[in-house]
């Protein structure tokens, strides 16, 4: 899978991840002020799909550059046409995803469970061991060990949540050369 995989160096320090919103304006959910309001300050914007309509990603795009990885609910657009993403910060590597049992890096998602062998999935799925797997699907937040070394997080769905989550969306930011992940509780 790896000839699918678009690599995106990240030159910032703090980015903010968003999956399954399903924005459809004139007839659908739209993203509420809260979640645009809390976007404010970061480098860059991260979907894992089903974003929904290009419009969405444009009202993303006015805060900071969007890149991600298509869903099952999204409109052609290049920003997010990749089915598989690895972002850069020198050695370190956050790989994306939309559905990571599809993609063969997990057992299960709720709770998510690894693959047993992790650290080669993700070689043969984005060419190279990821500190941090990005992955969505859900409307849930969630992580767990992804291998020895790195961990998987998924940021659930900042306007549609699923099962009595709350809003939410991931923030994780560069320090002391590790990511550091937050999920963010919007309400």
């Keep these: 899978m790896a000839e699918a995989v678009r690599t995106t160096p ?4 703090t980015f903010a991840v968003l999956a399954d919103c399903h924005i459809h304006p004139g007839g659908g959910p739209q993203f509420p002020q809260i979640v645009l309001n809390a976007l404010q300050g970061v480098d860059l914007i991260v979907t894992l799909g089903d974003m929904g309509d290009v419009a969405g990603l444009d009202q993303l795009d006015a805060i900071a ?9 999204d ?18 590597a956050v790989g994306c995803v939309f559905d990571a049992v599809a993609a063969g890096l997990a057992e299960t998602v709720e709770p998510f469970e690894a693959v ?39 940021p659930g769905s900042a306007v549609l949540p699923a099962g009595g989550a709350g809003p939410t969306f991931a923030r ?16």
Aim: glycine residues 14%.
């Design 116 to 154: 047993a062998d992790a650290p080669e999935a993700a070689r043969r799925v984005f060419g190279r061991e990821v500190d941090l797997l990005l992955h969505a699907a859900t409307h849930r937040p969630g992580g767990g060990a992804f291998g020895p070394r790195a961990q998987a997080l998924n």
């Design 75 to 92: 409109e052609d657009d290049p920003r997010t046409s990749a089915p598989l993403l690895v972002l850069t910060v020198g050695d370190l």
């Design 10 to 13: 990240f030159l910032g320090r």
């Design 65 to 73: 550059p969007v890149v991600g990885v298509r869903g099952e609910d």
């Design 172 to 187: 994780i930011t560069l320090d002391g050369g590790a990511f550091v992940p937050e999920i963010v509780l919007l309400g």
